[in-house]
């Protein structure tokens, strides 16, 4: 079986009939310039999938009616039997491939199959048979296949999570940032402060005295780690045995260790784990989750010997549901209205037109709320989900706003949205 593709602008259209169907031979039709670079990534992608698929360049000009009629019509007519996908295709074509089936036979017509893939509700149209609707296999892509798909490439250094780590592994350290979500940054960095003076990592012992000189204010900053050290203590993170000249206290497992490290460590860890958690009809939401996705923007890094001079991003929490990403940035302090443009930058470039974008923020300032609704209403005007207040999301509520951008209601997610401002 061919598969004749009409050369779209969005990744994921022009190989997605081809993960579905399998066919012995894939030609695109449409600007050989512009299809070259695209059409060798689409075949390294078939090739990891073990895809034995024959690809082949037509080049047509779509403005040109007459001559993609022509194209069409002669590489249906090569074919003993075809699938003509016009997913994400544009009006033109449809018109260019009606004409081109009405120059074929009786016969021929019959062995011809033309249809359009629903990334949303994972259903194919069949154009030729009354416009019937019908189930498809779904397309999954892992984080990594979608990056290298729009040209980019990950770094292989960011820390990923086991498989087997859940919530429960997060809930008591969860408890302690969530009441006092405005402070959480600040009281960490001071803590990772005094820590730099411990000769061990585990367990940590700072004597004060000898920081008198090294951290101005020294008082000051002591009584907001001890608060810090109190609290992680009475839920279990950690082991207390200070006394009134030392800091003295054990790290009660390395995950939670690993997630005092910086001050957003936790905050992208229960987002992360929360969004692995959900499940739709049995199964997971998500069938590939990563944190802290750092994405090179031509995919050319060095393996060794060169420093890295490209341009980079990061993504603090990237989930794939099926072949639609969601691209997750997570703020445990104070957000700038630029976090809105890099989240949609970076969304748009390596996600496509079917990308999500969601804003996790742990308590959103209000201490303007003109300002804060300003804030809010740009990001639902650059189609960015906003979960405003996260440290008081229930389980059931952080079970809901990983489905909320996946809606088809607009009006009930713009309801739900204008919630978090109150």
Not at 101 to 111: F, P, V
Request: hydrophobic share 40%; with cysteine.
């Amino acid at each position: 079986m061919t598969l004749i593709e009409c050369f779209t602008k969005a990744h994921i259209d022009n190989i997605a009939a081809c993960l579905r169907l399998r066919p012995q031979k894939l030609i695109f039709v449409g600007n050989t310039q512009e299809m070259t670079d695209p059409v060798e990534r689409y075949k390294a992608l078939f090739r990891r999938r073990g895809l034995d698929t024959a690809v082949a360049l037509c080049n047509a000009d779509e403005k040109d009616f007459g001559d993609l009629r022509a194209v069409l019509f002669r590489l249906i007519s090569a074919s003993e039997e075809c699938v003509i996908d016009l997913t994400g295709g544009e009006p033109s074509v449809a018109m260019a491939l009606g004409a081109a089936l009405a120059d074929l036979g009786e016969e021929k017509r019959k062995t011809v199959r033309v249809e359009r893939y629903d990334h949303q509700t994972d259903t194919v149209v069949d154009y030729i048979h009354d416009n019937r609707q019908e189930p498809a296999k779904a397309i999954h892509l892992t984080v990594e296949e979608m990056i290298a798909l729009h040209g980019g490439g990950l770094f292989p250094d960011a820390y990923q999570l086991p498989a087997d780590c859940t919530r429960k592994d997060l809930d008591r350290l969860w408890r302690v940032v969530a009441g006092m979500p405005k402070q959480w940054n600040e009281a960490v960095s001071l803590l990772k402060r005094f820590e730099k003076y411990s000769e061990t990592k585990n367990p940590v012992r700072v004597s004060l005295q000898d920081l008198w000189e090294s951290i101005p204010a020294l008082q000051e900053k002591e009584e907001t780690v001890r608060e810090l050290i109190e609290k992680l203590d009475k839920e279990g993170v950690v082991t207390d045995q200070s006394s009134r000249n030392t800091l003295q206290y054990s790290y009660n497992s390395d995950f939670l260790r690993y997630c005092i490290h910086t001050q957003g460590n936790v905050l992208e860890l229960k987002t992360l784990l929360e969004g692995r958690a959900v499940r739709e009809a049995g199964a997971p939401l998500f069938g590939d989750s990563r944190m802290g996705v750092k994405i090179d923007w031509d995919g050319d890094i060095p393996t060794s010997g060169f420093a890295f001079s490209g341009t980079r991003n990061e993504i603090d929490v990237l989930l794939m549901r099926g072949a639609t990403p969601l691209f997750v940035s997570c703020k445990n302090g104070d957000v700038k209205p630029e976090e809105l443009y890099k989240l949609h930058t970076v969304a748009a470039r390596f996600g496509g037109p079917y990308a999500r974008k969601m804003l996790v923020v742990a308590d959103l300032d209000r201490k303007d709320d003109a300002a804060a609704e300003a804030f809010a209403r740009r990001a639902w005007d650059m189609d960015i989900f906003l979960v405003a207040d996260a440290a008081e999301l229930s389980a059931d509520q952080w079970q809901e706003i990983f489905r909320m951008p996946f809606g088809n209601d607009p009006e009930k997610a713009m309801e739900e949205f204008l919630k978090a401002l109150q």
